[in-house]
């Protein structure tokens, strides 16, 4: 989307135009809810249901080019999954949390799934398996679509610092692409730590 | 270490460019770098196109849009309007019930207020208010609190000549004599009786001639006692003879003797009112002329509170009153009758003949609420001389002329007046 017809979209999406809206959201929203798996896998759709609630709510504030509307709602899905991640600590967990079993490591090899089927669930699995920081950085930058610069202010790092995560990101996923199948006991275990 | 294999150095800034292209998606060419190929599908399977289970929420994102931007559609153009108009709403909301509760409230208070008004539970100066607002009851004390009840007494009955006076069926006489003023007033002794004579309470101020009567009367009286006194060989109270000494002008005996020679008998208005002078003989049904002539006439007023006898409506009247020509007009006039004094047309103090008194009728010809029920001021005749007895003296003599005298005639006065500087008691009366 060029800045000449988003700035029109956005707003008509400002003056409470309902298909203007919907064109942002058609056009963010899928890359919203991947990053957020990346993050929360369990819960990537409240997430984002609660993210573009936000973005409902700010809508008429924001003011801004494309890039810089979507740093902006990556930051506010960023900060809903931080705070979702504040409430799950503060909260006690039971015995027989479902969310639990869903982050246990899968039993199949990620980087053989990815192999055999290189779907986009198992892409962003495999992302997924990598460091929180990054594969935030590798989200941000790939999925998202923002700069290093972008991705700093997101983040709270320098560029080249997002720039020095992203590459050893790269690398770990080079890894775990082009090795042979491991048990699950073996690396993705100690990926995992 | 120039010649160091500094290889891995040289690797990593190959690598970096490559890993940059690999993150800027559309730049990096996976023919040149198959060692990236694999990630390189990674990352584009990562960004492929929607699915349609991530636009499966379009719905209700759409919806929260829509409920939003309603929301800032009227908060937006005209927010302090929309303000007034959310007050305006809840106002108008609100006003319907308040208006219904504040005339609630209206209503209870105003029908208690008027309740308690007839209730006479008010404060005298509210009660004031509502006695002439809405006709509630009198207040039982003065509106103004500063003043007493006998002020409001006073105000109550300037209008009228006669000082303050209270009657009862067994009156207690009390006079006080001052330079200035005169103040008379019978106390009532409550009695048995059947329907006790109500209660009348004056204090007005005297005029002149008024008040020159009343201390003729005085010392009238004052003679008599002395007199009386001084032939069973006592003599004055102090006081009295004090002003007996100084209405003669001087203190001697002699002086006081002729003073008290020469000063007349006061009349006796009340034989000479026709209502009751007549050969009286009540019917069950008085003339209600007559009746209303007694209260307006204020023939009642002057001449009401003369008789000391006991009306009592159960007496049967079989004592015949007759008039004793002898009887001196100490008999025929007791001390309260100095009221009477300017009444009387004629002058004349002798008695009139009484005639023979008739069977009382058993119902009062005068109104329930006039002397409490009672009837006829007539005392018994000159012999009864029993103050109080009220069935001796009996009620029937309306106007008889002789019953008023009751017990007074044994001297009653000289001792009233002597025993309590001029205020006698009853008891002192009886003697």
Same mark, same amino acid.
């Given at each position: 989307?060029?800045?000449?017809?988003?700035?029109?979209?956005?707003?008509?999406? $400002?003056?409470?135009?309902?298909?203007?809206?919907?064109?942002?959201?058609?056009?963010?929203?899928?890359?919203?809810?991947?990053?957020?798996?990346?993050?929360?896998?369990?819960?990537?759709?409240?997430?984002?249901?609660?993210?573009?609630?936000?973005?409902?709510?700010?809508?008429?504030?924001?003011?801004?080019?494309?890039?810089?509307?979507? *740093?902006?709602?990556?930051?506010?899905?960023?900060?809903?999954?931080?705070?979702?991640?504040?409430?799950?600590?503060?909260?006690?967990?039971?015995?027989?949390?479902?969310?639990?079993? +869903?982050?246990?490591?899968?039993? +199949?090899?990620?980087?053989?799934?990815?192999?055999?089927? !290189?779907?986009?669930?198992?892409?962003?699995?495999?992302?997924?398996?990598?460091?929180?920081?990054?594969?935030?950085?590798?989200?941000?930058?790939?999925?998202?679509?923002?700069?290093?610069?972008?991705?700093?202010?997101?983040?709270?790092?320098?560029?080249?610092?997002?720039?020095?995560?992203?590459?050893?990101?790269?690398?770990?996923?080079?890894?775990?692409?082009?090795?042979?199948?491991?048990?699950?006991?073996?690396?993705?275990?100690?990926?995992?730590? | 270490?120039? /010649?160091?294999?500094?290889?891995?150095?040289?690797?990593? &800034?190959?690598?970096?460019? &490559?890993?940059?292209?690999?993150?800027?998606?559309?730049?990096?060419? *996976?023919?040149?770098?198959?060692?990236?190929?694999?990630?390189?599908?990674?990352?584009?399977?990562?960004?492929?196109?929607?699915?349609?289970?991530?636009?499966?929420?379009?719905?209700?994102?759409?919806?929260?849009?829509?409920?939003?931007?309603?929301?800032?559609?009227?908060?937006?153009? $005209?927010?302090?309007?929309?303000?007034?108009?959310?007050?305006?709403?809840?106002?108008?909301?609100?006003?319907?019930?308040?208006?219904?509760?504040?005339?609630?409230?209206?209503?209870?208070?105003?029908?208690?207020?008027?309740?308690?008004?007839?209730?006479?539970?008010?404060? /005298?100066?509210?009660?004031?208010?509502?006695?002439?607002?809405?006709?509630?009851?009198?207040?039982?004390?003065?509106?103004?609190?500063? !003043?007493?009840?006998?002020?409001?007494?006073?105000?109550?009955?300037?209008?009228?000549?006669?000082?303050?006076?209270?009657?009862?069926?067994?009156?207690?006489?009390?006079?006080?004599?001052?330079?200035?003023?005169?103040?008379?007033?019978?106390?009532?002794?409550?009695?048995?009786?059947?329907?006790?004579?109500?209660?009348?309470?004056?204090?007005?101020?005297?005029?002149?001639?008024?008040?020159?009567?009343?201390?003729?009367?005085?010392?009238?009286?004052?003679?008599?006692?002395?007199?009386? !006194?001084?032939?069973?060989?006592?003599?004055? +109270?102090?006081?009295?003879?004090?002003?007996?000494?100084?209405?003669?002008?001087?203190?001697?005996?002699?002086?006081?003797?002729?003073?008290?020679?020469?000063?007349? *008998?006061?009349?006796?208005?009340?034989?000479?009112?026709?209502?009751?002078?007549?050969?009286?003989?009540?019917?069950?049904?008085?003339?209600?002329? +007559?009746?209303?002539?007694?209260?307006?006439?204020?023939?009642?007023?002057?001449?009401?509170?003369?008789?000391?006898?006991?009306?009592?409506?159960?007496?049967?009247?079989?004592?015949?009153?007759?008039?004793?020509?002898?009887?001196?007009?100490?008999?025929?006039?007791?001390?309260?009758?100095?009221?009477?004094?300017?009444?009387?047309?004629?002058?004349?103090?002798?008695?009139?003949?009484?005639?023979?008194?008739?069977?009382?009728?058993?119902?009062?010809?005068?109104?329930?609420?006039?002397?409490?029920?009672?009837?006829?001021?007539?005392?018994?005749?000159?012999?009864?001389?029993?103050?109080?007895?009220?069935? &001796?003296?009996?009620?029937?003599?309306?106007?008889?002329?002789?019953?008023?005298?009751?017990?007074?005639?044994?001297?009653?006065?000289?001792?009233?007046?002597?025993?309590?500087?001029?205020?006698?008691?009853?008891?002192? $009366?009886?003697?």
């Amino acid at each position: 989307m060029s800045d000449d017809v988003f700035e029109d979209v956005l707003l008509a999406a $400002q003056a409470g135009d309902e298909n203007a809206f919907a064109q942002l959201w058609r056009a963010l929203n899928p890359l919203v809810v991947r990053y957020l798996r990346t993050l929360a896998p369990t819960s990537a759709a409240d997430l984002a249901s609660e993210t573009w609630l936000q973005v409902i709510r700010n809508l008429g504030k924001f003011d801004g080019g494309e890039p810089a509307f979507r *740093a902006w709602v990556f930051t506010i899905a960023r900060n809903k999954c931080l705070d979702a991640a504040r409430h799950d600590s503060r909260r006690p967990r039971s015995s027989t949390d479902d969310g639990a079993l +869903d982050r246990l490591p899968s039993q +199949d090899d990620t980087a053989q799934l990815a192999m055999d089927n !290189l779907s986009t669930d198992a892409a962003l699995a495999l992302i997924a398996s990598l460091p929180r920081d990054q594969a935030e950085v590798i989200m941000l930058r790939v999925v998202a679509g923002l700069d290093a610069t972008a991705v700093g202010v997101i983040l709270g790092k320098s560029p080249g610092a997002v720039r020095v995560t992203a590459h050893r990101g790269l690398r770990r996923l080079q890894e775990l692409v082009g090795r042979p199948p491991v048990t699950p006991s073996g690396d993705a275990m100690r990926r995992g730590q | 270490m120039p /010649n160091l294999p500094f290889w891995r150095r040289h690797n990593d &800034q190959t690598d970096a460019e &490559q890993l940059d292209q690999l993150l800027d998606a559309g730049q990096f060419d *996976a023919a040149a770098n198959p060692e990236w190929q694999s990630v390189s599908d990674v990352l584009r399977s990562a960004a492929a196109a929607a699915e349609p289970a991530e636009l499966a929420s379009e719905a209700a994102t759409l919806a929260a849009f829509r409920r939003e931007r309603v929301g800032i559609r009227h908060r937006r153009p $005209q927010p302090i309007a929309r303000y007034k108009t959310v007050i305006a709403n809840r106002f108008s909301r609100l006003l319907p019930g308040r208006i219904a509760v504040g005339l609630a409230a209206g209503v209870v208070t105003l029908t208690g207020a008027a309740t308690a008004a007839y209730a006479c539970v008010l404060p /005298n100066p509210i009660q004031s208010f509502a006695h002439t607002t809405i006709g509630a009851p009198k207040p039982s004390g003065p509106a103004d609190p500063k !003043l007493s009840v006998a002020d409001v007494d006073a105000a109550k009955w300037k209008h009228y000549p006669a000082p303050s006076v209270s009657v009862s069926p067994t009156p207690t006489v009390t006079a006080s004599v001052s330079a200035a003023t005169v103040t008379a007033s019978v106390t009532p002794t409550p009695t048995p009786s059947k329907s006790p004579m109500p209660k009348i309470t004056k204090k007005p101020v005297l005029d002149p001639a008024q008040l020159a009567a009343v201390e003729a009367l005085i010392d009238y009286h004052l003679c008599q006692s002395n007199t009386a !006194l001084t032939k069973i060989g006592k003599t004055l +109270d102090p006081k009295a003879l004090a002003i007996l000494a100084k209405a003669a002008g001087s203190s001697s005996t002699a002086t006081i003797a002729a003073y008290c020679a020469a000063l007349p *008998a006061p009349p006796n208005p009340c034989l000479a009112q026709p209502v009751p002078t007549a050969s009286a003989t009540p019917s069950a049904t008085p003339d209600t002329k +007559d009746d209303k002539n007694l209260r307006d006439d204020g023939w009642w007023r002057w001449c009401g509170i003369c008789p000391k006898a006991t009306a009592s409506p159960s007496a049967t009247a079989t004592s015949t009153a007759t008039a004793a020509p002898g009887v001196s007009s100490l008999h025929r006039f007791p001390f309260p009758w100095f009221w009477c004094g300017d009444r009387d047309p004629q002058g004349s103090h002798s008695p009139k003949p009484t005639p023979t008194v008739k069977p009382i009728p058993t119902k009062s010809p005068f109104p329930g609420t006039w002397w409490g029920g009672g009837w006829g001021f007539g005392g018994g005749g000159p012999g009864s001389g029993n103050n109080g007895d009220s069935g &001796q003296v009996g009620s029937g003599q309306v106007g008889s002329g002789q019953g008023n005298d009751g017990g007074q005639r044994n001297g009653t006065p000289v001792h009233a007046i002597q025993g309590d500087n001029l205020s006698g008691n009853s008891a002192g $009366q009886r003697h």
